[in-house]
């Protein structure tokens, strides 16, 4: 097997921080702008952004359907904030689904604006014990999650911020922001056994509908520190003003 | 577990968000859903665009906050609005509004000649403009969690955005070549603190989200911003001011993704009607200029 792909929608928003982490877990991300990107892809990001601009870029240039395409054949799809609206099968405030693949509902700035965006340490036990630190900028959450949709982690108030159904992975806050590792990891892992079944779990799934990937089930760590740049760099600038 | 709002993460993460994009100039709630409905990532909330603002002379303060909560209510994207430079009440205004980014503009008749805002005392993130990297770093240490090189508002002239965005991207080209122990003159000569000049010449590249403003009234422009090494930009008059706004105001969001593709430019840049008219920068009096205001 060739070297693997990666593709990061990058027609607006945080795609750049998204490319970053892949390369940081060894592999290739490629930025989507046109049809012709998607070639040779084994799994997609959708990254943050705003999705009332991002809906507009895709049907602009014609990324809708082979994105459709890809999904529908289970090609693994890893969607923060924005990228979460953009996979709901239903989006309360009105607007139009764009690749209704995962099956909840989803409530666009759930939180307020940006003056209620926060940070905070969230449960992921699919991904271990240690936390995920979560970043949730004018967030969305999720409303409703259907039958076959696997709630990954709430917040303390029981809210549904992070789901996986089949090969769809969607998180409300930002991993990318945080030095956060371990959803790219299990994404590439998706994305492997898609690619060639068997290699991971070490038998045959249906692509589109494995439930859980027993290699997958305990991630390591996070060997990096993890960086969590606010205090510190606002910590420098006012030393130094 | 705890939870903590307004974090450095979270006030530099919406900057973040807001790449590849163009945060549009508006006045009226109308115009705010034209920007939307073109693929604005933000908008910014005026009463007057800057070439209005140049031609009415006078003082420009802070806009009408219900004007601001208009645009607030007609638009699900990010709304931004303008503080006088050093004027923190006006700040505290828009931060009670409930804005989601504060730009302390020059385009605004400055409040205060010494001191801008201590935007480390806000809630709300704050943008702030530049001419080169000094400023931008002065600002940084100020609590700016964006910033934007300055051009020159209100003109439809791109040459001073050029200016400022090339000196920004010099000044950080020049940073990475030097030793460690050459930072600390280096520090002197930019004005900016230490930490902050270290930080750039390890990483090449500035601490926050830069994006290019002022005189951007073209795909090309937009584009060309961003082949100099803007992550996103501003359009002031550049789209209100032109003959067909919506459809200027897509054009350059679709220049701005794709702003290494000349083919999709020249696509994109068909039959777009005239842009704003423009000013030559040299038959402005070096008083009227609003680049200078801030240091």
């Known amino acids: 097997m ?14 750049a921080e998204h490319v970053d982490v892949l390369r940081r877990v ?19 990001i959708l990254p943050g952004g705003e999705s ?29 904030c924005a990228g979460m609206i953009l996979l709901a099968r239903h989006i309360l405030d009105g607007d139009a689904p764009v690749f209704p693949v995962l099956d909840v509902d989803i409530k666009r700035n759930a939180f307020g604006r940006q003056l209620d965006s926060f940070e905070t340490d969230l449960h992921v036990p699919l991904l271990g014990d240690l936390p995920v630190h979560g970043v949730f900028i004018r967030a969305p959450v999720v409303a409703r999650v259907g039958p076959t949709v696997e709630v990954l982690s709430r917040l303390d108030d029981g809210r549904v911020v992070a789901v996986r159904e089949g090969n769809v992975l969607a998180t409300a806050f930002h991993p990318e922001l945080a030095g956060e590792t371990r959803f790219h990891r299990l994404l590439v892992a998706m994305a492997a056994d898609h690619a060639e079944p068997g290699a991971v779990s070490g038998r045959r799934l249906r692509p589109s509908r494995h439930r859980t990937l027993p290699g997958m089930t305990a991630i390591p760590a996070d060997p990096a520190p993890r960086t969590r740049t606010g205090p510190t760099a606002e910590a420098e600038g006012r030393a130094a003003s | 577990m705890s939870t903590e709002t307004s974090t450095w993460a979270t006030k530099k993460g919406l900057a973040q968000m807001l790449k590849g994009g163009v945060i549009m100039d508006v006045v009226t709630a109308e115009h705010a859903k034209i920007a939307e409905d073109a693929g604005a990532c933000a908008v910014m909330a005026l009463e007057r665009v800057p070439a209005d603002i140049r031609a009415a002379g006078g003082v420009a303060r802070m806009s009408d906050p219900a004007l601001i909560e208009a645009i607030m209510h007609a638009v699900t994207i990010p709304v931004m609005a303008k503080a ?20 302390e503009s020059e385009v605004l008749t400055p409040a205060d000649e010494a001191f801008h805002i201590d935007k480390h005392q806000f809630k709300v993130p704050f943008v702030c403009g530049c001419r080169d990297l000094g400023e931008a770093l002065r600002r940084i240490a100020e609590g700016a969690a964006m910033i934007r090189t300055k051009g020159e508002a209100g003109t439809g002239n791109i040459v001073e955005a050029v200016r400022h965005i090339r000196a920004v991207q010099s000044g950080i080209r020049a940073l990475t070549a030097k030793r460690e122990d050459e930072l600390f003159t280096a520090a002197k000569e930019l004005q900016a603190p230490y930490e902050l000049v270290a930080e750039v010449a390890r990483t090449g590249r500035l601490p926050v989200v830069n994006f290019v403003a002022g005189g951007i009234s073209t ?3 937009a584009a060309l911003a961003m082949q100099l090494g803007a992550e996103g930009v501003f359009v002031g008059s550049g789209i209100f001011k032109s003959d067909d ?12 993704t794709h702003y290494d593709d000349p083919r999709i430019l020249a696509e994109v840049s068909k039959g777009l009607g005239a842009p704003m008219r423009g000013i030559e920068l040299g038959t402005i009096a070096e008083a009227d200029r609003l680049a200078v205001r801030g240091w």
């Open chain 2, 219 to 221: 795909p090309a422009d």
């Open chain 1, 26 to 44: 060894g592999v290739d991300g490629v930025e989507v702008r046109l049809p012709s990107d998607l070639e040779g892809i084994c799994g997609l």
């Open chain 2, 245 to 256: 706004p919506a459809r200027m105001a897509r054009a350059i969001v679709q220049a701005t």
């Open chain 1, 52 to 80: 009332t601009a991002m809906r507009k870029l895709i049907d602009r240039w014609g990324l809708r359907p082979p994105i459709l395409d890809l999904l529908a054949h289970g090609t693994p799809v890893f969607g923060t």
């Open chain 1, 2 to 15: 060739t070297a693997m792909k990666i593709g990061v929608l990058a027609v607006q928003g945080a795609f």
């Open chain 2, 84 to 103: 006088r430079i050093g004027h923190f009440v006006e700040a505290q205004i828009l931060e009670a509004l409930g804005v989601d980014y504060i730009d």
